[in-house]
């Protein structure tokens, strides 16, 4: 039996199939380079976490970083998913996609005052709070509107999340949150603010977590403090525990499913007896979607054979910035192999997708599907040498929907001036 990456991007007779669409048919018709998404994947994943947590009071808040695409925002409306996010920006897409204000969770260690004014007008559910004074500067924007704001302070619990450096946040010497231990201070400030209302506590350790037992332990930590809080008379409502569930990049990768995800953190959140809110990205979307290239050219020097697609590190960053793994899949499966670095058309030796990567042996005009690009894909995209973004579509069964156009050259240049 032929074995599938996933169960959204099958093949059929040696042809890869997003659902009941041919990948071919879509580069066919929409042209190379371009994302696809499966709907029934991020339905599945939604209902997943909505299972999962079925058991407790959970609010799930879906981290708009690692897409933000409107139809995408918009099915997470549709399910009653909220979001998190990290930017005005990000407020400013969630609000046009249907996502309710009191659904919506702000972190980020830099917060403009513009920002901050923008995310209390809109009357956000709650602030994550990364220092002492972004609490004064909410607490003077909040006064000066004559408005209260909802925050919880970010705490950083010392915990290492086993994954990638970049993305690791949760560690003491990271620029994230505050420290576990300087907290209570805080949090005493906090509460004596009389334009800010003192509402949860909030960690995310990082991103791409392979393992349950890091989040074992950023909760317990937490648990002790807000048992210590309570002692102090500091009385939360919410209990938020970030997001970073990874997901399956190389075809051997085991991630914690979520009901395993599940199952190790409400015990121990029960015990506060507080709500909780979660905050899932790349394993809501991450492996909904792959990045479908067109290869241009292929070209042997020495001791290297080179597979040059259409795509490159402006549509999907994650290799070169990372050095991470994405599989790569031919959408019509060939009988050779060749090992093979298939690379972009970008001027830096980092405009690589895959080194040294045993490979069917696709020649000019043959598509490639990198797989897993769902989440941090389009939406750390650039324009870098001026290339325009790839469109976006969205698979629902048979059907294809376009939820982002192709940009054009004249789109690249409408924001400049002579
Ligand atoms: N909550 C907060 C506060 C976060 O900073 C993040 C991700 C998330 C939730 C969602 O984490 P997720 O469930 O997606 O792991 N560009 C990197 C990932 C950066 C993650 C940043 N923060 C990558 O491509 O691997």
Not at 281 to 288: K, N, P, T, V
Request: hydrophobic fraction near 35%; aromatic fraction near 10%.
């Amino acid at each position: 039996m032929e074995q599938n990456f996933n169960e959204y991007f099958v093949y059929k007779e040696g042809e890869l199939y997003c659902e009941n669409v041919k990948m071919e048919t879509i580069a066919q018709k929409y042209k190379t380079p371009v994302y696809v998404y499966s709907k029934r994947a991020i339905l599945n994943r939604i209902n997943e976490y909505k299972e999962a947590f079925s058991s407790y009071d959970t609010l799930i808040c879906y981290a708009v970083k690692a897409n933000s695409n409107l139809s995408i925002l918009k099915i997470m409306a549709e399910n009653d998913i909220g979001c998190d996010i990290v930017s005005g920006g990000e407020l400013y897409k969630a609000k046009k996609a249907g996502i309710p204000s009191n659904k919506i969770v702000y972190a980020g260690v830099g917060k403009t005052d513009f920002e901050i004014e923008y995310a209390i007008r809109e009357n956000i559910l709650s602030f994550n709070v990364e220092s002492e004074i972004e609490l004064d500067v909410i607490d003077e924007i909040a006064g000066k509107l004559n408005k209260k704001a909802r925050v919880s302070i970010r705490v950083n619990p010392d915990v290492n999340p086993k994954t990638h450096p970049y993305i690791s946040t949760g560690l003491r010497e990271s620029k994230f949150g505050i420290d576990i231990d300087d907290a209570t201070y805080v949090y005493e400030k906090a509460s004596k603010l009389k334009n800010l209302e003192v509402i949860g506590i909030h960690c995310h350790i990082g991103s791409q977590i392979m393992e349950i037992s890091p989040y074992i332990e950023a909760v317990e930590k937490t648990v002790q403090l807000i048992e210590k809080l309570k002692d102090r008379g500091i009385k939360l409502r919410y209990f938020d525990i970030g997001g970073g569930l990874g997901i399956k990049y190389r075809p051997e990768d085991k991630p914690p499913s979520i009901k395993e995800f599940a199952d190790a953190v409400i015990p121990l959140v029960k015990r506060t007896g507080l709500k909780l809110i979660i905050e899932p990205g790349r394993s809501m979307i991450g492996e909904a979607g792959v990045l479908l290239t067109q290869v241009i050219f292929t070209k042997d020097k020495k001791s290297k054979h080179f597979i040059i697609v259409d795509s490159g590190m402006n549509d999907l960053l994650r290799p070169a910035i990372y050095n991470a793994y994405h599989h790569i899949l031919p959408i019509q499966k060939k009988e050779e192999k060749v090992v093979a670095d298939v690379v972009g058309p970008i001027c830096e030796t980092g405009d690589f997708f895959a080194l040294d990567r045993e490979i069917d042996n696709v020649k000019r005009g043959d598509y490639l599907a990198v797989m897993s690009c769902g989440a941090y894909g389009s939406s750390m995209s650039s324009n870098y040498n001026v290339r325009p973004r790839a469109m976006e579509i969205m698979v629902d069964n048979n059907r294809c929907y376009v939820i982002r156009e192709r940009e054009t050259y004249d789109y690249l240049i409408q924001l400049e001036n002579f």
